[in-house]
């Protein structure tokens, strides 16, 4: 005689003594997942193999299970405790392990895709070579966690913790990571590929430097810089929050073609105190020579008090070309018929060149400034 759904008790037995006749009488039901197993207490219960697609297994003890192999597939498993669980191989497509306990847990060649993980805690677990594509696992922690050959593909990770965790061979690829914490993870082999790292702190990240494959959200703003020439000034006037300068020889570059702009990005670690630095440039394809630093419209990434600072400097060393240079670029900011460069272009450390001599900024000094400088 067949064993009634509402049968908990016994449904709970069999789980924890023979899991061939319960993956037998499961199979007999015509609807499995609505069986009750809300709350069951199966610690250190050995479930290799265990039939529970579609199951209600919402607060159930499974600490220190054997679940190798086991069928999870769209089981309710929200705040079950799985802390210390064997997961090797197992199918848990679909499945709802929000705020459920991972800590610990062994979770090896999984099926992962489409789970949800919220709010779950997977401190210090192993996941290791598992499918995980379209996870969805806002503020899920993965505190200490060892994460080796994993592709997270369409997952929604934002505001995870992966402090301290140990990411080998990882790829993200558009993947939402908004507020993220990486701190004190160490990477290798980390890729991210058209994710969205808005308010994601790499900086304390530790090992090898990730790679950064396509445009990737929140990394750092792509700036435009008209020349080659501006965007090597742009990183010689903006150092390291550490105040180490910042040169392009120092750090890694790739270069890509997108449209009519040169993808230009540089990539390493600050000499100063090993933090993980990245600029992304788009320069225009038919970008202008050196000296000249652009075109006739002003620039989009460095004012013209950076520009005047820049020219004084250029003068000291003898490199007039640059000072001249300069001095043009300031000029462009003024409107056409306008006497001086209006306060509003100015931004950061440029505003504070002009507000000890707001009149150097006036066309008719710059113009006479250049002049001199063009005079043998």
Not at 190 to 212: A, H, I, K, Y
Not at 216 to 222: A, K, Q
Request: charged fraction near 25%.
């Amino acid at each position: 005689m067949p064993i009634s759904p509402k049968d908990r008790v016994t449904w709970i037995r069999l789980l924890r003594t023979d899991v061939e006749d319960f993956n037998r009488e499961w199979g007999q039901l015509p609807a499995p997942q609505g069986i009750d197993l809300t709350g069951a207490d199966l610690r250190g219960a050995d479930l290799k193999g265990v039939e529970l697609v579609g199951a209600n297994l919402a607060g159930a003890n499974l600490e220190g299970c054997q679940l190798d192999q086991a069928s999870l597939s769209r089981a309710d498993l929200t705040r079950a405790r799985l802390r210390g669980a064997n997961l090797f191989a197992t199918l848990a497509e679909g499945a709802d392990f929000t705020e459920a306990d991972l800590s610990e847990a062994n979770i090896e060649v999984a099926n992962l895709n489409e789970s949800t993980v919220e709010r779950a805690r997977l401190d210090r677990a192993t996941i290791d070579a598992s499918s995980v594509q379209r996870l969805k696992g806002a503020r899920a922690s993965f505190a200490g966690a060892t994460l080796e050959k994993l592709a997270f593909l369409g997952c929604k990770l934002s505001e995870a913790d992966f402090e301290g965790a140990t990411l080998d061979n990882v790829e993200f690829w558009d993947t939402e990571l908004a507020r993220a914490k990486f701190t004190g993870a160490t990477a290798r082999g980390l890729t991210f590929e058209r994710s969205d790292l808005t308010g994601v702190n790499l900086g304390e990240l530790r090992g090898d430097e990730p790679t950064f494959v396509g445009e990737n959200t929140g990394v750092g703003v792509r700036l435009r810089a008209r020349s080659v020439a501006e965007e090597h000034l742009y990183m010689a006037l903006h150092p390291c929050a550490c105040g180490h300068p910042v040169a392009p020889g120092s750090l890694g570059h790739s270069l890509w073609f997108e449209g009519n702009d040169n993808i230009s990005v540089f990539q390493g670690k600050c000499a100063g105190c090993q933090r993980t630095l990245r600029l992304e440039f788009a320069v225009p394809a038919d970008a202008p020579q050196p000296p000249r630093l652009g075109g006739a419209a002003p620039s989009q990434i460095i004012d013209p008090g950076e520009f005047y600072l820049e020219s004084d400097r250029a003068i000291l060393r003898g490199d007039v070309a640059r000072a001249i240079a300069c001095l043009e670029e300031i000029l462009k900011f003024i409107p056409p018929g306008g006497g001086e460069v209006p306060a509003s272009a100015f931004t950061g450390r440029g505003a504070e060149v002009r507000s000890k001599s707001p009149l150097r900024f006036e066309r008719e000094l710059l113009e006479a400034r250049l002049g001199a400088y063009h005079t043998p």
